[in-house]
């Protein structure tokens, strides 16, 4: 999980530079990415998932989605915080 | 702009094969697939690579663009060449080839564009060509689920050309009119004539009208058009 965390941490602080309102990293597992206590536009949240998705299937070696269909059904989205996004990132590659 | 990086579908026959022989001898890198090999060669074979797989299946689409992300670190044009047709009046057409063709030419070109976008949007460049068709404005009876499916295709060439805007990707269509491949084959001279004697230009379409059209929307200078679906012989 660690190093899930560490991920997407480097790939926010990466996509960070290229934002006017930074994603705020300071609650760690809890930062808020998606949602209504997120600032994040639309488009760069799109973008950002993209980002994540590819360094987690570069670092792993492995082909993921993290868009299928059970994440966009998830009552509480795997998207809303840092902590929650990794854990469902730890699921898929659990069952892979 | 030379050594593009470009993947074309359906790279086995027809018009897929043109299209990457004329990408390769104009220096281009090229990434083909299809669901069997190609027989075909050239002399820049080194330039071309190839993957077998069935553009609507996720599993064996994803490795490709792995593979170009790895490879080359970036990709400049997709052509969505990949297409099969069914022609059949609707009430002899089974669910099963229904499916196929909605599979291939619709979610396989949804497919291809989605993991292109995600590839393309880090470097804030990119070009996607879809193949549209005459089949969609002409009405053609005995192509309804052919026509559909690419009258899908000109629906998520608009929409993605919004979506995809901001990563500076253009999204276009060409709609070639019939040309001499395997698509056509089996279809009546008479009907055939019949579609003809329909267009302004009464002819069929030859490989080098869709190469001009594709290599206008993939020039730099047309970072300005997208969304655009081009109908070839003035339909």
Redesign the interface.
């Known amino acids: 999980m660690d190093k899930i965390l560490g991920l997407i941490t480097k790939e926010i602080h990466g996509f960070n530079k290229t934002l006017d309102t930074p994603i705020n990293l300071d609650k760690g597992k809890e930062s808020v990415l998606f949602g209504r206590d997120s600032n994040l536009q639309s ?1 760069d949240f799109v ?1 950002l998932i ?2 994540i ?2 360094a987690v ?2 670092e792993y070696g492995k ?1 993921l ?1 993290l868009v299928d269909a059970r994440a966009m059904s998830q009552k509480n989205s795997p998207f809303r915080t840092v902590g929650s996004l990794a854990e469902y990132i730890n699921e898929i590659l659990k069952e892979d | 702009m030379s050594n593009r990086i470009v993947l074309i579908t359906g790279t086995r026959k027809g018009i897929g094969e043109e299209l990457a022989k004329y990408y390769l001898a104009k220096g281009d890198i090229v990434i083909g697939c299809s669901r069997s090999v190609p027989e075909w060669k050239t002399s820049a074979q080194e330039n071309y690579k190839h993957f077998q797989a069935d553009v609507n299946d ?2 064996s689409v ?2 490709i663009f ?1 593979y170009i ?2 490879t080359h670190g970036r990709l400049d044009a997709l052509i969505n060449n990949a297409g099969i047709a069914s022609m059949n009046h609707s009430i002899l057409t089974p669910m099963q080839s229904a499916e196929r063709v909605l599979g291939t030419n619709t979610l396989g070109t949804f497919l291809f564009c989605r993991e292109a ?2 590839v393309m ?2 470097h804030k460049s990119g070009r996607i060509v879809n193949f549209a068709t005459v089949a969609t404005p002409l009405k053609l009876e005995g192509e309804a689920i052919y026509a559909a499916s690419k009258a899908a295709i000109v629906s998520l060439t608009q929409i993605l050309a919004r979506e995809y805007a ?2 500076g990707i253009t999204v276009n269509a060409v709609g070639p009119t019939p040309i001499k491949t395997d698509l056509i084959r089996g279809v009546p001279l008479e009907k055939m004539e019949r579609l003809l004697a329909r267009q302004a230009i009464r002819r069929y379409g030859v490989y080098e009208d869709v190469f001009n059209v594709v290599d206008f929307f993939l020039r730099e200078q047309s970072d300005f058009i997208t969304g655009q679906v081009i109908y070839l012989g003035g339909v």
């Open positions: 488009i973008s993209a980002s998705e590819q299937s570069d082909e989605s | 996720e599993k994803k490795p792995s992300r790895r976008a995600k949007k880090n901001d990563f």
